[in-house]
């Protein structure tokens, strides 16, 4: 794997695109509280067959949090209590305002212009990165 080091920082901003994946959303932020955020995003993408048509996903997914070794109490009371709808709100509303309509959608150096929709090969991803890298590393350009 292409390492960047210093070069890129990844931001994400989860957009839900369903209630299902609303409750997913939040589930992984409250999975952040407990410091596993990216092992539950990486199980949800892993697992997404066995959530994501549920009309009623919480059970599910605490049953994601147990097999992470999380608190799964403390994680269905996050979700259930609202704590994270704002935030989860704000970042749709972001999605929405750069006219997100997929996921994953990525934006090279946070610039509408170098969307990146949908899957796509580690290779292609290196690929852009590094264009972009040459892009703003080029003085006058």
């Known amino acids: 794997m ?7 920082q990844l931001v994400l901003y989860p957009f839900a695109l369903n209630p299902t994946s609303e409750v997913a959303t939040q589930a992984a ?8 955020f990216w092992e539950f995003h990486h199980m949800l993408y892993r697992r997404q067959e066995l959530w994501n048509r549920l009309a ?13 070794n999380l608190d799964t109490t403390a994680l269905k009371s996050c979700v259930e209590s609202g704590r994270m709808q704002d935030r989860m709100q704000a970042d749709k509303a972001y999605g929405q305002q750069l006219q997100v309509n997929s996921t994953p959608t990525l934006f ?14 580690e290779g292609e991803l290196v690929r852009l990165i590094r264009q972009e890298l040459d892009r703003v590393q080029r003085p006058g350009q």
Do not use: H, M, Y
């Not at 292409?2 to 890129?8: K, L």
């Not at 009623?56 to 049953?63: G, I, Q």
């Not at 090279?108 to 090969?121: A, E, H, K, L, Y």
């Open 56 to 68: 009623a996903p919480l059970e599910r997914l605490s049953d994601f949090a147990k097999d992470l």
């Open 2 to 8: 292409q390492r960047f080091e210093g070069q890129v």
């Open 108 to 121: 090279i150096n946070d610039n509408p212009d170098n969307r990146v929709i949908g899957t796509r090969s």
């Open 29 to 36: 932020w409250c999975a952040g509280e407990q410091g596993k």
